[in-house]
């Protein structure tokens, strides 16, 4: 079956501008992360749901940062006013239920000029 | 919160060449995953293996949760074995905690 995928693969915007990026999630998952990953490190948390409401927001940076997940499926990744520190590439993953084993869409590569 | 390390930071192995990666982690989970990223980027799943031992084709895992370290064995490697390789644990929560990595090069 299809896995995570994520939209769009890459974007470039300039410092200030306000980005959206897009999760799919597997098919009947209903827990749902994002994940940020700097050069040379490993991912980070930024946010989980369980269905609609976000379980865990602990890892959101800043609140420039905001994640939505209105019907329990797609979800969407908000950055406002953003910054060059904010240039990254963000991974959503997805997950049967909470604590199983979590599956990796290929990521958005972000650059903010 | 809890930390991963993984060890080594790299590792250079000439094809057909096993090797044994680990990671040590600072608290009982629930969860310890094992990725390999390729050089695109995709994280793909080896091992979900919170506790026990599992293998597939070549690689095998075997994680000791009591004395919170994991080990991911892969033998007879291959060109394309290369990569970096994340251990990933959670705890009570959902959340993984990646370690830095093992960044592993296959030279034919």
């Known amino acids: 079956g299809a896995g995570v995928s994520q939209t769009p693969s890459n974007k470039v915007t300039e410092k200030g501008k306000y980005v959206e990026l897009r999760c799919d999630p597997i098919s009947g998952h209903t827990a749902l992360y994002w994940y940020r990953q700097s050069l040379g490190q490993g991912p980070e948390f930024l946010i989980y749901?369980?269905?609609?409401?976000?379980?865990?927001d602990s890892g959101l940076p800043n609140d420039r940062f905001f994640a939505v997940r209105p019907e329990g499926s797609v979800s969407t990744l908000k950055i406002q006013r953003t910054e060059r520190g904010d240039s990254a590439v963000y991974l959503c993953a997805s997950s049967q239920s909470e604590g199983a084993t979590q599956y990796f869409g290929p990521g958005t590569r972000l650059l903010v000029l | 919160g809890i930390q991963v390390e993984q060890s080594p930071p790299d590792l250079i192995l000439q094809e057909g060449a096993n090797s044994t990666l680990r990671c040590n982690f600072s608290?009982?989970?629930?969860?310890l995953q094992w990725f390999h990223q390729n050089p695109w980027g995709q994280l793909i799943n080896l091992f979900y293996?919170?506790?026990g031992t599992k293998q597939n084709g070549r690689l095998s895992a075997t994680t000791v949760a009591t004395e919170r370290y994991s080990l991911l064995y892969i033998s007879s490697s291959q060109t394309t074995d290369s990569g970096v390789y994340f251990c990933a644990v959670g705890t009570s929560g959902s959340r993984l905690t990646f370690g830095e990595g093992t960044q592993l090069t296959v030279n034919p």
């Open positions: 608290d009982s989970v629930n969860n």
């Open positions: 293996i919170p506790s």
């Open positions: 749901f369980q269905g609609t409401g976000a379980a865990d």
